[in-house]
C-alpha cells in the first residue's frame, strides 16, 4: 500500500457497443474522457484505442481501473475454454442435476446444457460426509489418471469438485497440491477455494464457470498488460469485480467467476458514490447502453449485493456479486413485427457494428435509437451524416418495415417502439425494488448509459419515482465507477445450524478469520487506501424452508436471541408472515473487507469554464419533439455550457459529448454543486 502516487488515474470499462475512458488529474481537477466503438474480437483493442483517442500519456499514468465484460461474454455466448472436471465416484452428474426448476412460469421443459460434457467428467474414489469426516481416502493414484486423461482430451483448465469440501477441504487441497505436479499451467480450480457453500450444484456450478473462463481472462490481461507496457505504462492494472470492488490483474484471474458482471457493477458503485455526495443515497439505478439496459438498488449509498445471481437459466454463480438485472433493452436494440402480428424490441441488437441505422454504418433494422431519432429528441445533423444516411432514409424503413404491417405512420410505430421499450425497462426496475419489498417511490433514478437520460422521465414517471439523478458524464459513468470503486473482498462460509444451537462464539469466530483474511488481501494491492470497513451479515431460513433471507448486522459479536429477532424482522418485513413456532437457521456467515480508496473530486467531470452565465447563452437552437400525439417546438442546450445553478422547465433538451437528456412537459430541472442536474417529474398527462 501506498505506493500510488496520487496523480493521474484512468478507468475503463467495456461494454457491447462502447468502450469508455475517464482520465482524472487528482492533483488539478483536470479530465479526459473518449468514448470508442468496443472490439469484441479483442477488447483490448477499444482499451488501448480510448486511450489513444482522449490522448492519454501511458508513462505518465499511476493507475488503470478496468471494468471488463470479457467472462460475461464468454458464458452466455458458450465461448469457453476446455475444461474438465474430477469429482466423487458417483457423482459425475452434479451438474446436470440441478434444481426443480424450469426456464418459463408455463412450461414443464427447458433446454440445459452444462459448461463441462460428461466426458470431460471423471470420478476418483473419496469422501467426506456432511460433517467433515473422512470416510473414504482420497485414491491419488486414480486422481493422476483422470488429470492425464483430461490432459489428453485437450483439457486447459480443471476442476477438482467433491462432495462435502464446504465441511473438510483436505482432500480437494491435497488434490490441488497433486495436479500441481501434473497440469502444465495454473488454471487449476478447487471449489471449496470459489465457495464455501453447501449446496453441490451450486458450488460445481461456480467452479466450473470460474475454470472455463479462467485462461479465457488470463489471456486477455496478459495481452491487454503487454500493450499498455509496450505504450509506457509501468504500473499495475486493477479490475473490477462483479461485487463492485477492485482486484490486481495479477491475482484476479485465480477467482476469474468474480469478474462476471464487472462491467455492470462499475456503474452500480459510479452511482452510490454520486448518490451519496448528492444527498441522494437511496438509488435505483438505470443504466441504459447501446445493448442492454442494467438496474440495481441502493440503499444508504451501499449497492445491493447477492450470492444468489443466477446469469443464465441453471446458471447459479454464487459468488457475491451487485445484484444488477438485465434486459436486452439498449439504444441498439431492433424493433420487428413478429408473425403474429405485433411489434417487439429487442432482445437482438445492431451493437457496434453495423449499430442502428442512424449511426451510418450500414445499419438496416430498425432500433430504439432510430425511434427517438425520428421523434426529434436525438439531434439528426450530429448522427445522420455517415454513410449517406439522412432521416428521410430512416423513415422510410420504419415506414416499411414496422408503420406497413402495423398500420402506423412511420412516426406512430417510432413512438410504439419507445412505449414497448419503456414498458421493459420499467419492468426491470420493479423486479429490483417492488419484488423485494421496496416501494420505487422511496428512490431516486439514477439514469446514465448513452441512452438513460431519453428515457428516465418517461420511466419515472411510470413508477412513480419523484426524482431523476441525471450526473455530470451519464454516458461513461461505468468508467467512473472504475475510478472510484473502492477494494473490496467478500467471504461466505456455510454454518447450516439453528440459531439456538449456535455455540457462544461461533459466528465471532468466523467473522474474524474472514475479516483478517480480507485485511490480508488488500495489504497485498499497490494501491493506497484511507482507511478500512467491514460488513457483516448472515444468510438466515426457518428450518423446512429452501429459499434464504439476508440479515445486515451491526456488529460481529451477536447473541443468540437478538440474531433470530433480527431475522424475524426482516422476514416480515419481506413477506409479511410470522412464523415465531418454527426454528430459525443460520446457513451462511458473510464478511466483506473494503478498503476505502482516497475520495476524488468529480465536479470537474464538466469543465467550470466552458460554463456561460445565463441559460440562453447555453442555448443552441430549437427542434420539433413528439410527445405523444403532441409537437413542441423545444428548445436545445449545450449542458457544458449550462449555468451550475440552472434551473428550467419541460420540454427541453439537454445535449452533450456522452449522452442525452430529454425533459417532458410538465417535468421540471434544476443543476447541484457538483454538476449534476435533478429532474423532478410532473404529474402524468
Given at each position: ?665 410538465g417535468d421540471t430541472a434544476k443543476g447541484d454543486e457538483h454538476g449534476n442536474i435533478i429532474l423532478h417529474v410532473g404529474a402524468p398527462a
Open positions: 500500500m501506498g505506493q500510488e502516487r496520487s496523480g493521474l488515474v484512468a478507468g475503463v470499462d467495456v461494454g457491447g457497443t462502447f468502450t469508455d475512458l475517464l482520465q482524472l488529474d487528482q492533483t488539478t481537477g483536470a479530465v479526459r474522457i473518449a468514448k470508442v466503438p468496443s472490439t469484441p474480437e479483442n477488447q483490448a483493442f477499444g482499451v488501448m484505442n480510448a486511450l489513444t483517442e482522449a490522448d492519454c500519456e501511458l508513462a505518465a499514468l499511476d493507475l488503470i481501473v478496468h471494468g471488463t465484460t470479457t467472462t460475461t461474454n464468454a458464458v452466455l455466448e458458450r465461448k469457453l475454454s476446455r475444461t474438465g472436471l474430477i469429482t466423487t465416484q458417483g457423482f459425475r452428474d452434479v451438474l446436470e442435476l440441478g434444481r426443480r426448476t424450469r426456464p418459463q412460469a408455463y412450461g414443464m421443459t427447458g433446454q440445459f446444457t452444462p459448461l463441462i460434457p460428461r466426458d470431460l467428467r471423471l470420478e476418483v474414489p473419496e469422501r467426506t460426509d456432511a460433517a467433515g469426516q473422512i470416510v473414504t481416502p482420497l485414491d491419488e493414484d486414480a486422481l493422476r489418471t483422470a488429470a492425464q486423461t483430461l490432459l489428453d482430451a485437450g483439457c486447459e483448465a480443471v476442476v477438482v469438485h467433491f462432495l462435502h469440501a464446504y465441511a473438510n477441504p483436505a482432500h480437494e487441497q491435497r488434490a490441488g497440491a497433486v495436479l500441481a505436479e501434473i497440469w502444465p499451467n495454473s488454471h487449476i480450480t478447487l471449489g471449496h477455494a470459489i465457495l464455501q457453500e453447501s449446496r453441490e450444484f451450486e458450488r460445481g456450478v461456480t467452479a466450473a464457470v470460474n475454470a472455463s473462463v479462467q485462461p479465457i481472462l488470463d489471456r486477455y490481461l496478459r495481452r491487454l498488460t503487454e500493450s499498455l507496457a509496450k505504450g509506457g505504462y509501468d504500473r499495475d492494472v486493477l479490475v473490477m469485480n462483479g461485487n463492485g470492488g477492485m482486484v490486481s490483474s495479477r491475482f484476479v484471474a485465480q477467482e476469474a467467476a468474480k469478474t462476471v458482471m464487472s462491467g455492470p457493477a462499475s456503474g452500480v458503485m459510479a452511482a452510490a458514490y454520486t448518490g451519496r455526495i448528492a444527498g441522494m443515497p437511496d438509488l435505483l439505478t438505470y443504466d441504459m447502453g447501446g445493448t442492454s439496459t442494467d438496474v440495481a438498488l441502493v440503499r444508504n449509498a451501499e449497492p445491493a449485493v447477492s450470492n444468489e445471481i443466477e446469469i443464465e437459466y441453471a446458471m447459479p454463480i454464487h459468488v457475491p456479486m451487485v445484484d444488477v438485472r438485465t434486459v436486452g433493452a439498449g439504444g441498439g436494440s431492433i424493433a420487428r413485427v413478429n408473425a403474429a402480428g405485433l411489434l417487439e424490441v429487442g432482445p437482438q441488437s445492431a451493437g457496434a457494428d453495423p449499430g442502428p441505422i442512424c449511426y451510418g454504418r450500414g445499419g438496416t433494422e430498425p432500433t430504439i435509437s432510430d425511434a427517438n431519432l425520428l421523434l426529434g429528441r436525438l439531434d439528426p445533423g450530429r448522427l445522420a451524416v455517415k454513410g449517406g444516411v439522412t432521416l428521410q432514409t430512416v423513415e422510410e424503413i420504419f415506414a416499411e418495415r414496422l408503420g406497413r404491417p402495423l398500420g402506423l405512420t412511420a412516426h406512430e410505430a417510432a413512438q410504439a417502439v419507445v412505449q414497448l421499450a419503456n414498458t421493459t425497462m420499467a419492468g426491470a426496475i420493479r423486479m429490483v425494488s417492488l419484488s423485494l419489498g421496496a416501494d420505487p417511490r422511496d428512490f431516486a433514478l439514477f439514469a446514465f448509459g448513452g441512452a438513460g437520460p431519453l428515457h428516465a422521465a418517461s420511466l419515472a414517471r411510470e413508477l412513480g419515482v419523484p426524482r431523476v439523478l441525471v450526473p455530470s458524464r451519464p454516458g461513461i459513468t461505468n468508467a467512473i465507477g472504475c475510478v472510484v470503486a473502492d477494494l473490496r473482498h467478500d467471504f461466505v462460509q456455510t454454518i447450516n445450524t439453528p440459531v439456538d444451537a449456535l455455540a457462544d462464539t461461533q459466528l465471532a469466530d468466523i467473522f474474524a478469520a474472514q475479516k483478517a483474511e480480507g485485511e490480508r488481501l488488500i495489504a497485498k494491492e499497490r494501491v493506497e487506501i484511507r482507511g478500512l470497513r467491514h460488513l457483516y451479515s448472515v444468510d438466515m431460513q426457518f428450518v423446512g424452508q429452501t429459499h434464504l433471507l439476508r440479515v445486515d448486522l451491526e456488529t460481529p459479536e451477536i447473541d443468540n436471541a437478538s440474531l433470530r429477532e433480527l431475522f424475524e424482522i426482516a422476514y416480515f418485513r419481506r413477506f409479511r408472515v410470522e412464523l415465531s413456532e418454527i426454528r430459525a437457521n443460520v446457513v451462511n456467515a458473510n464478511c466483506s473487507v473494503i478498503g476505502a480508496r482516497v475520495p476524488l473530486d468529480l465536479s470537474t467531470l464538466i469543465d467550470p469554464s466552458g460554463r456561460k452565465p445565463t441559460l440562453s447563452d447555453a442555448q443552441t437552437g430549437t427542434r420539433k419533439v413528439r410527445f405523444g400525439s403532441d409537437i413542441h417546438d423545444t428548445p436545445i442546450y449545450w449542458r457544458d455550457h449550462l449555468p451550475l445553478d440552472v434551473a428550467l422547465d419541460g420540454p427541453a433538451i439537454i445535449q452533450q459529448m456522452d449522452t442525452t437528456l430529454l425533459i417532458e412537459p
